[in-house]
């Protein structure tokens, strides 16, 4: 494909030499008119690349489908080419004679192609960034950047591992304005009276409201067509691809939050289908255990690394990129497991204080986010624990310091705090192996007993690893597969080095994953399998151990903990104590304005007024069979404890209701 594309670069350059050769002449509003199409023809191709470079992310794309998603996107595409356009329009069609001077109309043109451009490049960074977020880009992308201390070092990695994306975007440019400049505009002479002046003003005034109605607010419906709308053409699998990068960012720019919302009129009601609110129910007979709890969060330790996790593979032969960690599950009682969103900013307020992000934006960069909450650091305070956050990133990174010391631990320690850039891998942070023996040493110096968490990150994106180690771990199928397996490795001598510490057998672990990496096996790029993380719970010489396939996520971590310390008291969650076999065990996501409930043997897809989607993920495990009109008992079971869910987490949001009945 990118031959062809250099091939034509190539021709038009010969083209865009030839000296007065125009393939249209004619007035001001006809010249803007066709450079507008010429712009939408090449945002329609730009989107579709999503597709080209990521088939497999999307399921059985059928002609049909494609031509859908290519008739109805230009819906989408046309609305983005006037809302990114619209200033030029404006300069262009506001009915003053001096939008026929020369310099004007070259300094609106100027104006046309950076805005253009830029439109363009957030479609092709999609191309690469929807395979870790499987989403298009929204608004809360620029906070999310604002997290970030190390973006120039970030951006030259990106380029140079994405460099095809970059030649496909200056491409695009040059086809852009090599095309607009072959559109001559013919300036004639109608003098300027008042008959000028009303007739350009009536213009203005039809073109400025049909440009508003038709493309802005995509027809004469009574809403602007946003980003829920494209489920209304094609599955919610299917959805990025007929909507497009600068849209999604555009509707949702300035957000503020989520609406209350009233599925259910009587409160009673909605709390006996499902609450937050947990009523501790311990053991009086047995007092608390206080034992410590080291929570490991894995970056993009997708299932799919795991080999005794998968023995389905490879028939049976596959061994997997966790070794270390494979032993240990086998010693551990390992659950379902589900992530509650595609980025580790979702993962932290998941993991640690069951909180999941239910809306376009995530909870730690949201106006929620001053919100009072419990977490299980600050309720576990309670009953005389030290608590700790490690992240070897570069302080400040997504924010993480900040969020954890407001969900009540006590100390941070990152890239600042270890103090030896020798081990900094020159990107995100402290490579995982020294890291990991500093976490460990830190907690041998903490009273006990003590809540510790920590999240690696030699895992990430551009999997850097020692230069020591670069011929030790299998590369796999995937980049990532090399540092999973060095991670690993690293969690082997944490492991260790802290089974020889005092504290060791008196400590409860729960690892788990922040979320899911990109993914080579069929099976996990389904909207099911592009969730599916380890979550398992391991202490020494304890009863602990066992497969089950109960279903939990990340939000269940805490309830969990603080069930299985046989905790006293009551207390705000969103998850489940994964523990308890009466509980109805669930787990809950949010993507491209979809709810995804996974809940005994079925997944449901809700768009926020009707399910569009049913599977039996048991019977049809790459969800092929759409049940939604057939499983009718089934759809309207789930539908109403998922609207139940919503219902809680909006009004408790806006309410600042996060604590307490």
């Known amino acids: 494909m990118i031959p062809l ?15 007065r050769v125009y393939f249209y002449r004619g007035g001001l509003y006809q010249t803007f008119l066709f450079k507008l199409l010429i712009v939408l023809l090449l945002l329609t191709s730009s989107r579709l690349f999503l597709y080209f470079f990521n088939p497999s992310l999307f399921g059985n794309v059928s002609v049909r489908d494609f031509l859908k998603i290519f008739f109805y996107g230009l819906r989408f ?3 983005t080419l006037i809302m990114v356009n619209g200033l030029f329009i404006f300069l262009t069609i506001i009915p003053f004679p001096f939008r026929k001077n020369r310099t004007y ?5 100027v104006l046309f192609y950076v805005f253009n451009s830029i439109a363009f490049a957030f479609n092709f960074i999609d191309v690469i960034y929807f395979r870790f977020t499987l989403k298009r880009t929204t608004a ?19 380029i140079k591992d994405f460099w095809y994306i970059l030649i496909l975007w200056l491409l695009f440019i040059f086809l852009m304005i090599v095309l607009c400049r072959k559109i001559k505009t013919e300036i004639k002479w109608l003098g300027f009276g008042i008959h000028y002046y009303i007739r350009q003003t009536l213009l203005f005034l039809v073109s400025s409201s049909f440009l508003s109605i038709i493309a802005i607010r995509g027809g004469f419906q009574l809403k602007p067509i946003s980003i829920i709308n494209a ?14 990068t600068p849209f999604a960012i555009i509707k949702t720019f300035g957000q503020k939050g989520v609406n209350e919302l009233h599925y259910f009129k009587d409160n009673s009601s909605l709390e006996t289908i499902y609450t937050p609110y947990h009523i501790a129910h311990f053991d009086p007979n047995s007092p608390f255990k206080k034992y410590n709890v080291v929570i490991l969060i894995l970056e993009s330790f997708s299932k799919e690394h795991f080999g005794v996790l998968n023995p389905q593979l490879e028939g049976g032969k596959y061994k997997g990129y966790t070794p270390f960690l494979d032993s240990l599950i086998r010693e551990s009682l390992c659950f379902d497991g589900f992530a509650n969103g595609k980025r580790s900013i979702e993962a932290i307020p998941a993991v640690v204080a069951s909180m999941p992000s239910l809306m376009d934006m995530d909870y730690i960069t949201s106006a929620y986010a001053g919100d009072k909450i419990n977490s299980i650091a600050n309720l576990l305070k309670q009953k005389g624990y030290a608590t700790s956050f490690f992240h070897g990133g570069t302080n400040g990174t997504m924010n993480f310091d900040s969020y954890v010391k407001s969900a009540g631990f006590d100390q941070y320690y990152g890239r600042t705090e270890y103090d030896n850039d020798t081990d900094f891998d020159g990107k995100w942070g402290i490579f995982d192996e020294p890291f990991l023996q500093f976490f460990a040493k830190k907690l041998n110096n903490t009273q006990q007993p003590f809540l ?9 994106h551009p999997y850097t690893i020692p230069e020591k180690y670069k011929n030790k771990f299998p590369k796999g199928k995937l980049t990532i597969q090399q540092s999973i397996s060095y991670s690993d490795y690293s969690l082997r001598k944490f492991f260790q080095t802290a089974s020889r510490m005092p504290w060791f057998d008196n400590t409860l672990f729960v690892i788990t994953a922040d979320h899911t990496s990109e993914a080579n096996d069929p099976y996990y790029q389904t909207s099911m399998g592009a969730y599916e993380i380890p979550i398992f719970f391991y202490k020494h010489n304890s009863t602990l151990k066992g497969f089950t396939h109960t279903i939990i996520s990340q939000i269940d971590i805490m309830p969990s903990i603080l069930g299985y310390l046989n905790f006293d008291k009551n207390y705000n969650a969103f998850g489940i104590n994964a523990f308890d076999e009466k509980a109805q065990h669930f787990s809950v996501t949010y993507l491209s304005s979809n709810y995804q409930l ?20 048991r019977t049809d495990a790459f969800l092929k069979t759409n049940l939604v009109d057939k499983e009718l008992v089934i759809k309207n079971k789930m539908e109403i404890f998922l609207k139940a869910i ?6 408790r949001l806006v309410n600042n209701g996060l604590i307490g009945r």
């Open 5 to 19: 594309f250099l091939s034509l670069m190539a021709k038009f350059y010969t083209f865009a030499h030839m000296k």
């Open 77 to 79: 595409d046309v609305a």
């Open 105 to 109: 109309q070259q300094i609106n043109d």
């Open 140 to 158: 809360d992308f620029f906070n999310y950047l604002g997290t970030q201390d190390n973006m120039n070092v970030l951006i030259p990695q990106f």
């Open 231 to 244: 489920g209304n053409y094609v599955e919610s699998q299917k959805v990025p691809l007929l909507i497009n």
């Open 452 to 460: 510790s968490a920590l999240f690696t990150l030699s895992s990430h």
């Open 598 to 617: 996974i809940k005994d043997n079925y997944l449901l897809i809700f768009n926020g007024k009707e399910s569009t989607a049913l599977y039996n993920i």
């Open 646 to 651: 919503i219902q809680q987490y909006n009004n």
